[in-house]
């Protein structure tokens, strides 16, 4: 049976959906994922052909340069403010969308720790998990 990444914003405007699988599920501490997460990191699903996700609704965007330097565009809701996805201006065929705004969040099998060279002893994360003081390569 295929699985489905089904998910959205909170309020619902914004829908999304596809069967394709995530080629990387991470945990990232930049700077720019705790500003948007409002805590220690964020948590995303990232997928290769962003053609094969299907988007309702209308997202805001922001661009911010990651710690790694790369634009990131940011796509929230204009409606709720929820974070929903993002893109890279450097690999636009790639969409991360957020763990949390999944309908089924338990889909989300995270398998790395990103930028923990930003991270706070605070923010606990699975420590079994593979980190990486910023982005791997490859």
Known sequence: MTKR????????????????????QNHC???????????????????????DMAITGEASTWRVAGDSGNEKIHAFCPTCGAPVFLTFAAMPELIAVHATSLDDPSVFEPQVVTYTIRGHGWDTIDRSLQAFERMPHG
Request: proline share 2%; hydrophobic share 25%; net charge positive.
């Open 5 to 24: 990444y089904i998910g959205g914003c909170a309020c619902g405007a914004i829908r999304y959906g596809t069967s394709g699988e995530p080629i990387f």
């Open 29 to 51: 501490q930049c700077l720019d994922c705790q500003k948007r997460a409002g805590t220690g990191h964020g948590s995303y699903l990232t997928f290769g052909r962003r053609a």
